[in-house]
């Protein structure tokens, strides 16, 4: 495994993520896209200046965005495998009129596992990081070749405090009517549960309600699947900065600071799946003094 610091760092952060795997020890972990959204710096991170961007313009497209990739996690050990997360599913919309989100698109993830080698039905389970509409769009919505969702023959795994409080993100478009759907197949999981060989639940609220993290542990090493506590690459060096849809802002800032500095721990991988084409990393402190930074790490 090497480090990549970073030559065309700011080509990766501008475009969407392809297939990307590592492993730890018995473990292969594989980034599975699913598409790509296209967010307002300022409106999606509202506690950021149009100062503080213009030092980080590397982050941003030609229009203005940074790139979210969209996707899921596949936690493979042996012949069993797992996936974190579902994806934002086959729909698409356009740049909504001066929102936070730009431009937003999904469909892929089928034909990312399908070019592993997998398909839905190798799935044991489904973890869930949180009920956003861009983690969870293929447990509700089927291939349009399809009548049912793709996993529905699996157990949906959400925290407990994320399922007893789904209330709280029918803001959110989580209509009662997703929920229905989503209730047959959900199990809910507590914090330190493991829920697959090397795999437990790390509950870190913060950006919703029951939000959970996923720490996966092999070959002496361990990686953090922190879902939605960071969208970009630049809140690790700005952990003030939360998401303009955070269920409790001050709350996803403190975790996020503690992420930070889990992440710069020896032996510690962080995978953000937000993260454009540099998804899997550690944090890196400046030894100068500044602040920390995204240190992309690649198989």
């Given amino acids: 495994m090497t480090t990549n610091s970073q030559p065309g760092l700011g080509v990766r952060l501008r475009r969407p993520s392809g297939i990307r795997s590592l492993r730890l020890g018995d473990i292969k972990v594989t980034y599975v896209p699913d598409g790509v959204a296209r967010l307002s710096p300022r409106g999606w991170l509202s506690a950021s200046t149009e100062e503080e961007w213009a030092a980080h313009s590397e982050y941003l497209d030609d229009s203005g965005h940074f790139v979210a990739s ?38 892929g993830l089928l034909d990312s596992l399908a070019e592993i080698g997998r398909t839905p039905a190798d799935i044991e389970a489904v973890a869930v990081t949180h009920l956003h509409v861009d983690h969870i769009g293929w447990l509700w919505q089927s291939a349009p070749d ?34 229905a759907i989503l209730e047959p197949r959900i199990r809910t999981v507590a914090d ?30 361990r990686l953090i699947a922190f879902g939605d506590t960071m969208h970009t690459p630049v809140q690790v ?8 849809v955070d269920h409790d802002a001050e709350r996803s800032a403190i975790h996020r600071r503690r992420l930070v500095e889990e992440l710069s721990e020896p032996g510690t991988i962080g995978f953000g799946i937000h993260f454009a084409d540099v998804p899997f990393g550690r944090t890196h402190q400046d030894a100068a003094g500044g602040p920390a930074v995204w240190e992309p790490v690649d198989a």
């Fill in 70 to 107: 969209m996707g899921g996690l596949l936690v493979e050990h042996g012949d069993r495998a797992l996936l974190i997360d579902a994806g934002f599913g086959p729909q698409s919309f356009p740049a909504g009129d001066g929102g936070p989100i730009g431009v937003i698109s999904g469909g």
């Fill in 146 to 179: 399809a009548e049912r969702p793709p996993f529905d023959h699996v157990n949906y795994l959400v925290s407990e405090e994320e399922w007893t409080q789904r209330h709280f993100l029918e803001v959110h478009g989580i209509s009662k009517e997703i929920t």
């Fill in 192 to 221: 330190g549960e493991e829920i697959f060989p090397g795999v437990r639940v790390a509950l870190s609220q913060g950006h919703t309600a029951g939000h959970a993290s996923y720490v996966i542990s092999g070959g002496g090493r």
């Fill in 237 to 244: 060096s700005h952990p003030e900065w939360s998401a303009a």
